[in-house]
Structures are given as structure tokens and as C-alpha cells.
Nanobody
Framework: QVQLVESGGGLVRAGESLRLSCTAS????????MAWYRQAPGKEREQVAS???????YYEDFVKGRFTISRDDDKNTVYLQMDSLKPEDTAVYYC??????????????WGQGTQVTVSL
């Protein structure tokens, strides 16, 4: 089993930045691709970005140029640097991990989520 714990959420103003972290524990050797998802109130959960074991990133169009995903396998941690935040980025952000390599992470494992709120 793998446990994922997110941190770094909070309340910021539009245009500001936040960095989310997700640290894995347990059977970390089984992890291949990792991703960040988000879910806004009344909306479906959607993938934001993913990263392969080799470090290749994939971004959804609505965050390209603003968000950066990275991973540090020595620390078993994946990061999401979020710049130029907009009010529509407000959501609960979830970390997900798969035991296979795919740019579309289905989520064999999930974190508990961290709230990001962007005000005007």
C-alpha cells in the first residue's frame, strides 16, 4: 500500500503563488506516474498535471504556463508550483499515484486533499 499526504494549500490573492507538496510513504517502489487533481464545489474532479517516473510532465491546457509539476524521488515527494493564480483555481487539490506510466493518471492511490482558495 501507498499513503499520500498533501500540504501547502491556503488562501491567497489572485496573481500570487503557492507550492503544494505530496509525500508518499509505504510501498513507494510501486509508484510510477504521479499527478495533481482538483475538485471545485459542484464540479467533477479533474487532472491538473502529471509527471512520469522519468520526470516528463504533462499539463492540462488551463494551467499551461502557470503551473509546474516536479518530483524528487529521493524525498518521495511531488510538487505543484502554482503561479499567477486565478479565482477559478479555487478547489481541493489531490495528489494521485499510479503503478503504471501514463500521462492520464487514474489514481491507484489518493491523498486526502488540500484546500486552495484564491480571492480577488
Amino acid at each position: 500500500q501507498v499513503q499520500l499526504v498533501e500540504s501547502g494549500g491556503g488562501l491567497v490573492r489572485a496573481g500570487e503563488s503557492l507550492r503544494l507538496s505530496c509525500t508518499a510513504s509505504g510501498n513507494v517502489g510501486s509508484i510510477d506516474a504521479m499527478a495533481w487533481y482538483r475538485q471545485a464545489p459542484g464540479k467533477e474532479r479533474e487532472q491538473v498535471a502529471s509527471i512520469s517516473r522519468s520526470g516528463s510532465p504533462y499539463y492540462e491546457d488551463f494551467v499551461k504556463g502557470r503551473f509546474t509539476i516536479s518530483r524528487d524521488d529521493d524525498k518521495n515527494t511531488v510538487y505543484l508550483q502554482m503561479d499567477s493564480l486565478k479565482p477559478e483555481d479555487t478547489a481541493v487539490y489531490y495528489c494521485a499515484a499510479d503503478s503504471r506510466n501514463s500521462y492520464r493518471v487514474v489514481g491507484d492511490f489518493w491523498g486526502q486533499g488540500t484546500q486552495v482558495t484564491v480571492s480577488l
